[in-house]
């Protein structure tokens, strides 16, 4: 499987980039606790503050794959 990594925008250029982790606001806006989410093995970034509606996506997606293997 494909490693889940968010995508950021450069605090300079404001270009994107894959970021480090997902912020705390965008695992909660996913539906997901932080426990659940290093559960699954997804990335947190604790320093992070934005929220993304694309990174909201990718989460939600990555949720939905999850639990379609089950």
Do not use: C, W, Y
């Amino acid at each position: 499987m494909k490693k889940l990594r968010p995508l950021a925008r450069s605090p300079l250029s404001r270009k994107i980039r894959v970021g480090k982790g997902f912020s705390k606001g965008e695992i909660t806006a996913a539906g997901l606790t932080l426990d659940r989410a290093e559960e699954l093995g997804i990335p947190v970034d604790k320093r992070r503050k934005s929220i993304h509606k694309e990174n909201i996506e990718l989460l939600k997606d990555f949720i939905q794959k999850i639990e379609g293997e089950k």
